[in-house]
């Protein structure tokens, strides 16, 4: 049986890790999980490969537009049932949050994606 407590007392209070790389272009990027977001994935059990692959899924094009516009955006992935919140800083791609499912309220000035 898995031990929700156990598994975030494992984690570093206050640090978040890398979980993936990409490379867009001739630009590498790095998928960085927040402590908050690390902790989010263990209570609604989602598996940061979901996370990294969500994101990777919008595509080189739509990475770098995001990039360039510094805002939060939040990725609706229904096949899933998995929502990602995450920035774009540098080469730095954030992931502040993770929900576990695709039924969520958006506020403004947060860009949505919705994966099918």
Same mark, same amino acid.
Request: hydrophobic share 40%; no cysteine; proline share 0%.
């Given at each position: 049986m898995r031990n929700v407590k156990e598994e975030i007392?494992? $984690?570093? *209070?206050?640090k978040g890790r890398q979980i993936a790389t990409l490379?867009?272009?001739?630009q590498e990027f790095s998928i960085r999980a927040t402590y908050h977001s690390l902790v989010r994935m =263990?209570? *609604?059990n989602v598996d940061e490969y979901?996370?990294?692959g969500t994101i990777l899924s $919008?595509?080189?094009d739509r990475l770098?537009?995001?990039r360039s516009n510094n805002r939060e955006v939040m990725i609706i992935n229904k096949t899933k049932n998995v929502s990602v919140v995450f920035a774009i800083v540098k080469n *730095? =791609? =954030?992931? =502040?949050?993770v929900l576990d499912n695709s039924d969520v309220y958006v506020i403004d000035e947060t860009s949505i994606e919705v994966l099918k």
């Amino acid at each position: 049986m898995r031990n929700v407590k156990e598994e975030i007392k494992k $984690l570093k *209070r206050g640090k978040g890790r890398q979980i993936a790389t990409l490379k867009v272009g001739n630009q590498e990027f790095s998928i960085r999980a927040t402590y908050h977001s690390l902790v989010r994935m =263990i209570e *609604r059990n989602v598996d940061e490969y979901v996370v990294s692959g969500t994101i990777l899924s $919008l595509g080189n094009d739509r990475l770098m537009k995001y990039r360039s516009n510094n805002r939060e955006v939040m990725i609706i992935n229904k096949t899933k049932n998995v929502s990602v919140v995450f920035a774009i800083v540098k080469n *730095r =791609i =954030i992931v =502040i949050t993770v929900l576990d499912n695709s039924d969520v309220y958006v506020i403004d000035e947060t860009s949505i994606e919705v994966l099918k």
